[in-house]
């Protein structure tokens, strides 16, 4: 039975830990752009259901070279020549491991870099924060590959954009980078070094209770596919639990005493 990070057995997939509670996520696939093939689509189910076990307060994935992920392997999508029904499943493998991402309760936070392209963007946009460098750049060009998208851009990708503008990406092959990719909500931060800050937020989410960091990072989620009404029932219900955890006088103490830290602008 697989119950340590170890046991994993990644060939695609490194792992290493940012202090005691970080977890970084490196797909390692350089000399293919980090492009997807069913193994590592695999690799990604089995990470993310052990995540929420190992004690794993936040992940950071990047990717080894210079691209954070050229989307599907179509090199072997060419070479599989698959039937209807079989890429189908291979699609909704997809759908398990991002949903694994998005609803696991874990935060991540995506280290982007070079190319987020069709699959690749699919797979940030199940992160809950994305950090892009000056290199990064955003696509979906399935329209010009006579392909369409498998692995959830209809839901995430649409979500963060729009109807609109994710049709006009799939229509045109039109890419979008520096701050017109932020300003349309491709990615939330715009640096340098997107590894770095990644792992300085993934620092900063990590000292949060465990409790509250699953609700933001899974009811949040689940809240949006409900109706207003049942969203309304299911905030409360899962406020009632979390605003009343033990774990959580004494921040709460500390708050009322006056020695928390205070809310204030970054003064930058």
């Known amino acids: 039975m697989i119950q340590t990070l170890d046991d994993l057995g990644l060939k695609n997939i490194a792992l290493d830990m940012d202090g005691e509670s970080v ?13 997807l093939d069913a193994g590592t689509i695999e690799e990604l189910i089995a990470l993310f259901s052990l995540l929420p076990r190992v004690g794993a307060r936040a992940v950071v994935l990047t990717a080894a070279g210079d691209h954070f992920c050229a989307g599907l392997d179509l090199v072997e999508h060419h070479r599989e020549d698959r039937r209807p029904e079989d890429f189908m499943h291979l699609c909704l493998r997809w759908h398990e491991a991002f949903n694994k991402m998005e609803y696991g309760g874990v935060p991540v936070i995506a280290a982007l870099k070079g190319a987020v392209v069709g699959g690749g963007l699919e797979l940030a946009s199940a992160a809950h924060i994305r950090v892009a460098d000056r290199s990064t750049y955003f696509a979906l ?4 590959r006579g392909l369409f998208t498998g692995g959830g851009a209809t839901i995430r990708v649409a979500d963060l954009v729009g109807k609109a503008r994710m049709i006009d990406m799939m229509l045109t092959g039109r ?3 520096g701050d017109e990719a932020v300003a349309v909500g491709l990615a ?11 792992l300085d937020l993934a620092q900063a989410a990590a000292a949060n209770l465990p409790l509250t960091n ?34 959580a006088r004494a921040r709460l103490a500390a708050f009322a005493d006056k020695t928390a830290p205070r809310v204030r602008p970054d003064p930058s």
């Open 141 to 144: 060009p399935e329209g010009q």
């Open 188 to 198: 939330q931060y715009l640096v340098d070094d997107s590894l770095a800050k990644a």
């Open 214 to 247: 699953f609700a933001i990072c899974s009811a949040i989620s689940h809240m949006q596919n409900m109706s207003a009404l049942d969203a309304a029932y299911a905030e409360a219900v899962v406020a009632g639990v979390v605003n009343t955890q033990p774990d």
């Open 175 to 177: 890419v979008y980078q």
């Open 23 to 35: 977890l970084v996520a490196r797909l390692d696939r350089a000399a293919k752009r980090n492009a």
